[in-house]
Nanobody, 123 residues
Framework: QVQLVESGGGLVQAGGSLRLSCAASGRTFSNAGMGWFRQAPGKEREFVAAISWSGGMTYHADSVKGRFTISRDNAKNTVYLQMNSLLPEDTAVYYC????????????????WGQGTQVTVSS
């Protein structure tokens, strides 16, 4: 089992920045592929970014590429999502997810999820 707790969400103006954190506990974190997903009201959950256990491979959705960056610190059992140049359409609940093996871009491929953190971007 892996327990995930997200933090760092909040209200920010368009063009601003936030850094989300996801603290993991339980099973070995350093071998886990990690992902960030988001879900806006009335919309399906969508992939945002993913990272391999070593941090050597990262993937970002086209909608956030160049603005968001995923990273991890295995010594702290934490994965981060740095979000810059935020847009109102980035408003959503952001979820952290974990899986064994390589990172993935589909939410059904992740068995472990955090409770989510709200990000609201005002125009």
């Amino acid at each position: 089992q892996v327990q995930l707790v997200e933090s760092g969400g909040g209200l920010v103006q368009a063009g601003g920045s936030l850094r989300l954190s996801c603290a993991a506990s339980g099973r070995t974190f350093s071998n886990a592929g990690m992902g960030w997903f988001r879900q806006a009201p009335g919309k399906e959950r969508e992939f945002v970014a993913a990272i391999s256990w070593s941090g050597g491979m990262t993937y970002h959705a086209d909608s956030v590429k160049g603005r968001f960056t995923i990273s991890r610190d295995n010594a702290k059992n934490t994965v981060y999502l740095q979000m810059n140049s935020l847009l109102p359409e980035d408003t959503a609940v952001y979820y952290c997810a974990a899986r064994s093996g390589i990172p993935a871009t589909k939410d059904y491929q992740y068995p472990y999820w955090g409770q989510g953190t709200q990000v609201t971007v005002s125009s």
